[in-house]
Every structure is written in C-alpha cells, then in structure tokens.
C-alpha cells in the first residue's frame, strides 16, 4: 500500500484521528466533466447567515480584513450549491494558483506512481548532486511530506494562517522565483544546503516542489511540450479543466510550487478528484490510496497541519486543502462531501481573518442537532 510504501501510519496518533471514508460518486449524478450542476442548499443551511458572509466579503470597497475576493464556489454531493463572483469577474477567470500548485504537481507524481514510472521510494537525485553528496538519499516521498532536511527559507508563521514573508536578502522563494533562479527554478532549488537528516524535521519548501516537477518532467521526456501534453491528457482534460494554464520557466520545467492559472470552477473539479478517491468517470487518475496518502498528517508537521503537499485540519470533519499565497483556498470535507474554492487577493498578515472566513462557511454546513 501507498502509506506503508510511505512508512506513514494510516492512524496517525497524536496527529489526528484516522481518516475519514472518501464517498463515491452518487450513481445517479453526471460527473461536471462538462458542467457543473446546480443544485439546492441543504435545508439546514442558514441561509442568512451564509448570505451575510458572502455579503461581507464581496463588499464594495473591499472590506478591510479580507481584501479583495474574486470567486466563492460551494461543490456539496457532486452539485454547485454556492457560485459568486466579484463584480467584473466572470465565471471563467483564471486566478494564479500560486501554492496551490504543489497539490498539482503531488498528482503529477501520483499518476507516474499509477503507471509504475516512479515510486515513492526512490530519489529525487538531482544532477547538480555527486553521487557522493547527502542529498542524493532525499526520496520523493520526503520532498512531498517536506521533511527532505533541505534549507528553505519563505515565510514566518505569525498564527492564525497569517504569515510574514522574509525579505529579500534572507529569502530562498525570493530569488528562486523573481530573481537569480527565475529562468530555472529547479536548477537553483538544487543548490539549497542539506541541513538535517530526512524524516527528522519539517520545513515549508517551495524548491522542493519545483524539484519534484522537474523529475516529472524528466520522467516522462519531451521537454516543455511533453509536460504539457502530459498534464493535458493525465489529469486536466479528464476531469474537464479546461482553463488550466501551467507556467514554465525559461528551462522549460512547470514551476511546480505556485504557477498554474485556473478557474475557480476548474480548481473546485480539482478539489472534487481528490474528494472522489481520485477516480473520475469510473477512471482511475490516482493510484489506490493516494489521496489517504496526501492527507495523513506528516509526523514532525506542527499540530499534524501538512499531509503530501496538501494542507490538513485534523478534527470531525476531516478537511485537507491547497492552499496559496492571497488567501487561495481549495477546502475538501470527506465528512460533508463539499468542496469549497476562494480565490481572491489579501495581504499575507491578514490571511487568518480568511482561514476564519473559510471555517464560518463551512460551519454552515455542518448537520445541527436536535
């Protein structure tokens, strides 16, 4: 099994009860291939309550917590419940995943592990590292989990979800993305330091995500176009993502950690294939058990709050999400078979009041009692 290969625990202890039953697709509902379909909210939800959020949040001007959001969309049992967005904004709009991208790239790799083209197991083995050189043990598995023991220095954690970036002199995304390494952001991903022994610690890091594009990216050959003809025929065009536009850099690799534009609608299909298991139409996108894989709490991540490149809320409702900088959010509920996408654009130290925001919709559609 995927979480043995993984050497993660199915039943993660002190990081979280176990996981909660992914739900098959409903035998009567068409899959949103080509459309969503609208549905009704279920009659528990507080209609005025789930109004006055969005009232708030689509406030003109933009309200001074949140900044600016641009699209909400709602998915519960397979059908739109909740659609707005922004004034001028339309519905096919792409928005810039940033982070977001790294659960993309984590089902790049899970498709080459479906077609027995790569292993959890094996290394990433970089050609900027000698034989002889400590990295070249780091497995996909670690990069994935982010415990590879690489140097990588983003953001601070200022609590709540909000966070401070560092500036640019003691960044590492900095110059990977807007400055000496933007023309190959593997290449410079590829010069972090080792700086401890894998499996021991965990650390946010975005050039681990851009290494793992780049092995897929070798793996399957073809330079740019064989990753673009890849990501097409894998995993956006079975599942209908038709306004998916991943970036590349000039060494023409997908910048695998935070560039890829999309539709909220197609990123809420995204969050949908991982809500269903990772079979789509009654294919199989994702090798059996990667999805539990990606949301088992990675051991040494604070609070278990980090699966395989998706974020986790351990608790009831068994939430796991991408999350990107501006508040980007793809939230998947197993418990309330819902799926939620925001995009929108706030300032990094007010991402908490989203985080909240997020949570208050969801709330919603918890079942009361009584």
């Known amino acids: 099994m995927l979480r043995t290969m993984a050497k993660i625990d199915p039943n993660p202890g002190d990081n979280g009860a176990a996981l909660l039953p992914l739900r098959a697709q409903p035998r009567d509902l068409a899959w949103p291939t080509e459309a969503w379909i609208s549905g009704d909210l279920d009659a528990r939800v507080d209609r005025s309550a789930l109004s006055g959020l969005l009232d708030h949040a689509f406030s003109q001007p933009d309200p001074e917590d949140l900044d600016r959001t641009h699209s909400l969309v709602v998915i519960q049992r397979g059908k739109l419940v909740v659609e707005r967005h922004a004034a001028g904004t339309q519905p096919s709009d792409t928005f810039l995943s940033w982070s977001m991208a790294k ?38 598995d670690q990069m994935l989990r982010m415990e590879d023991g690489l140097r990588f220095r983003e953001a601070e954690d200022l609590g709540g979800g909000s966070i401070r970036y560092y500036p640019a002199e003691e960044s590492d995304v900095i110059p990977m993305l807007f400055g000496e390494g933007k023309n190959d952001v593997a290449g410079f991903a590829a010069t972090l330091p080792y700086l401890a022994e894998p499996d021991t610690q ?68 995204f969050g949908y294939l ?23 709490p990675t051991p040494h991540a604070p609070d278990g709050c980090y699966g395989a490149h998706f974020w986790v809320i351990p608790g009831s409702l068994g939430i796991f999400y991408c999350s990107g900088m501006g508040g980007q959010r793809v939230m998947i509920s197993p418990s309330l078979d819902l799926v939620l996408v925001r995009m929108g654009k706030t300032e990094p130290h007010k991402v908490g009041a989203v985080v909240q925001f997020c949570k208050e919709v969801v709330d919603l559609f918890r079942p009361t009692r009584g």
């Open 202 to 269: 965990w650390n946010y890091n975005s050039g681990a995500s851009n290494l793992l594009s780049r092995l897929v990216s070798d793996t399957i050959g073809g330079g740019e176009e064989g990753m673009r003809d890849f990501m097409r025929r894998e995993l956006f065009d079975p599942i209908g993502m038709k306004t998916a536009d991943p970036r590349f850099d000039q060494a023409g690799h997908f910048i695998g950690g935070s560039h890829c534009y999309c539709s909220a609608l197609d990123f809420a299909r």
């Open 274 to 296: 991982f809500l269903r298991d990772g079979v789509w139409e009654g294919q199989r996108i994702l090798p059996p058990g990667w999805v539990d894989y990606s949301r088992t």
């Open 103 to 140: 659960s993309i790239t984590n089902a790049l790799v899970g498709i080459l592990v479906r077609q027995g083209k790569l292993n959890l197991q094996d290394p990433v083995s970089a050609t900027e590292w000698p034989g002889s050189d400590k990295r070249q043990r780091i497995t996909i």
